[in-house]
């Protein structure tokens, strides 16, 4: 194992697939000669060269374009787009081109194709800079839809996404670019469309993403030590595909699922997941499904009021105590 | 002046050849057949939805099909029955496909406006103004970055010129000087709008090219042998690494802009004029000019519409699509399935 930033397992990611696969290229906005605008791909262009490293124009359709083109005949791009709110300039390419392709040509058009972005808050970025827009992929058929807490795991779904058949969407948590970990020494390849459980406890399951794993982490501790409330914590990982048997099993052990989320309320990925525990695992539940969400407004940029918009761990903690108790 | 127009046009087909000048008419009479069958087969109510014909502007499809490389590809609008056959989709691929036929291109499942056939380097029919024009320049990036010479050909309207995405991709393909041919088809209306009165520039496209340090390249889209010189240069220079080309063809489409247009915006006496210009009409009359018999072309017209018969027949006789086709095909894997 060495220890590296998420923002250094993004580039070593990226770099052992152009190691392996010459048909890998990656290109996006100050991404090469600048090494990103967040650092998470420093050397990248010295190793591999001007040919497969590429910084583009600011042109959102053009780079996601070019990417499905790309793919459609036999090239496997990984394309940046440098903030995920930045989606909303290209989503025709990436809702109604990509994810519609292969199922509108019978099968004839295929698009093994990575589409990189940093999303969510924390960073006082204000609401064009700041969203956590992952819901969004994850409304369209056709996309599969990533979004990594740990360096480990976003080095190895970013191998698992380039070596996917089918259009892959990684998010990016920017505010996670400077926490260490443990990264596997080596070829790592983690799988998509699998949850990790990274504690488990008896009276609750928390279910979260990205940073909100973190949160989540942190308040189960909390309760634990200072309540007497033992959580289990389930990183989803990966929106599309979704583990649902994972969660559905954890959320039978404990009785109760709270959802912690990133997304602006209405539609965040955890009403999907509410959806599904309240269809199959109704019989188990001890309680009601807990939400816990970004309030339903843009996000702002001040420190405290960023701080009281996207959960917090003190947030969690609160909302559990109230609900669960 | 028109009689030495006709000459000099005559002259310039000469270099061109009888066995391609005898398959530019018989791919236009094709392409005017079939498009005509898919509107004869709107009115029995066999073709539901929209459909957008190229009835007027087969002189491009045909000029530009003939002109490139089986291995090439081409990325049309959903205005693109004509452009996918010209480059030798199956006739009843293409009607079954508009009728929701199993037999079609896509076994029912894209429709009029997204017919693709990757056999024949047909990379699909985008149905969003200008979302092609970037896909056309990636799949020449990788032409360009695995050494292949295939160019990409990429059509669409007067009315994309307009849009962010034609420049965004004109600007990416000339900074790489990738071998992408971008062919605006000026039928002089958007939809329903005349495009000189949406648009700052007299060309929409040719006065657009300096931008990107292009030339400004305008032909005449209803002559065929103009379409496929030009196309032959372009697609040419573009293969040896010359870069990308934005080129005009001046035409006009005989109908409105789709099922729902009747075209009553248009002033009248102008279609009168332009069917004076019809593309077939134009190519018949050069090529009984230049020598060809007359039998010659009557023999294609009977042959082409006897494969119109025969694939009209075949779509009409397709069962409509298995409804196991529904949860097929999202993924690689074939399935659907967005969770375990």
Not at chain 1, 238 to 255: C, F, N, R, Y
Not at chain 2, 77 to 104: D, K
């Amino acid at each position: 194992m060495a220890e590296l930033t998420y923002r250094d397992a993004v580039a070593a990611g990226i770099a052992q697939e152009l190691e392996r696969d010459e048909r890998v290229l990656f290109f996006g906005e100050d991404v090469a000669a600048a090494g990103g605008v967040f650092k998470t791909t420093v050397g990248l262009l010295e190793k591999f060269g001007p040919r497969r490293v590429r910084d583009c124009p600011i042109s959102e359709q053009a780079i996601i374009g070019a990417a499905m083109g790309a793919a459609m005949t036999g090239l496997r791009p990984i394309a940046e787009i440098m903030f995920s709110d930045f989606l909303a300039v290209c989503w025709d390419m990436v809702a109604n081109e990509i994810a519609k392709a292969r199922y509108m040509s019978h099968g004839q058009i295929q698009l093994p194709l990575v589409i990189r972005t940093a999303n969510g808050g924390g960073a006082r970025f204000g609401a064009q800079h700041s969203q956590a827009v992952e819901n969004w992929a994850m409304a369209i058929p056709g996309l599969k839809v990533v979004a990594p807490a740990t360096p480990a795991d976003v080095k190895g779904l970013i191998a698992a996404a380039v070596r996917d058949p089918d259009p892959v969407l990684v998010f990016e948590q920017k505010s996670l670019y400077a926490m260490k970990g443990e990264v596997p020494e080596g070829e790592h390849v983690d799988r998509l469309g699998t949850a990790k459980v990274l504690r488990q406890g008896k009276d609750c399951t928390i279910v979260a993403l990205a940073l909100m794993v973190h949160r989540a982490l942190e308040a189960a501790e909390t309760l634990e030590k200072e309540h007497g409330i033992s959580c289990t914590v389930v990183d989803v990982r990966s929106l599309v595909p979704l583990d649902t048997q994972t969660i559905l099993a954890e959320v039978a052990k404990t009785g109760r699922l709270v959802t912690v989320e990133e997304n602006p309320r209405l539609c965040g990925w955890g009403a999907e997941v509410a959806s599904i525990v309240a269809d199959e695992c109704f019989w188990n539940l001890d309680g009601p499904i807990v939400r816990i969400t970004t309030p339903h407004v843009p996000l702002p940029s001040a420190d405290q009021l960023e701080d009281n918009t996207i959960p917090s761990a003190t947030r969690i903690v609160r909302e559990i105590r109230e609900r669960i108790d | 002046m028109a009689t030495t127009t006709k000459r000099k046009k005559a002259a310039a087909a000469d270099d061109i050849g009888q066995e391609t000048r005898l398959e530019l008419y018989r791919l236009q009479v094709e392409l005017r057949y079939c498009e005509k069958r898919a509107y004869d087969l709107f009115l029995q109510n066999l073709i539901k939805g929209t459909s957008h014909l190229s009835l007027g502007q087969e002189a491009i499809a045909a000029g530009f099909g003939v002109a490139m490389r089986p291995d090439d590809w081409t990325f049309c609008t959903y205005r693109g029955h004509a452009h996918t056959l010209a480059r030798g989709a199956s006739m009843t691929g293409v009607l079954g496909e508009l009728m929701g036929r199993s037999c079609g291109l896509l076994a029912g499942k894209g429709g009029s406006m997204h017919l693709t056939d990757v056999e024949h380097g047909v990379m699909g029919s985008y149905a969003i103004i200008g979302a092609h024009l970037p896909v056309a320049a990636g799949a020449a990036l990788s032409a360009q970055y695995r050494g292949t010479e295939q160019v990409s050909v990429c059509f669409f309207g007067d009315g994309t010129t307009n849009i962010g995405a034609f420049h965004e991709a004109i600007n990416f393909a000339a900074v790489w000087k990738l071998p992408v041919i971008f062919v605006c088809e000026n039928n002089l209306y958007m939809e329903y709008t005349a495009i000189h009165t949406v648009t700052a520039v007299d060309h929409p496209a040719a006065d657009r090219a300096a931008a990107y340090g292009l030339e400004s390249v305008l032909v005449d889209g209803n002559d065929a042998d103009e379409v496929y010189l030009t196309a032959m240069k372009y697609i040419n220079r573009a293969r040896k690494g010359g870069g990308p080309a934005l080129i005009e063809a001046k035409t006009y489409r005989h109908s409105g802009h789709s099922r729902a247009d009747p075209g009553k915006y248009r002033p009248e006496g102008e279609l009168e004029k332009w069917l004076e210009r019809d593309p077939l009409k134009i190519y018949r009359e050069r090529l009984l000019q230049v020598g060809f018999a007359e039998g010659t072309l009557t023999d294609i017209e009977t042959e082409t519409m006897r494969k119109v018969e025969e694939a009209t027949a075949a779509a009409k006789a397709s069962p409509p699509p298995a409804l196991d086709l529904i949860d097929k095909d999202v993924w690689a894997d074939g399935g659907a399935a967005w969770r375990n």
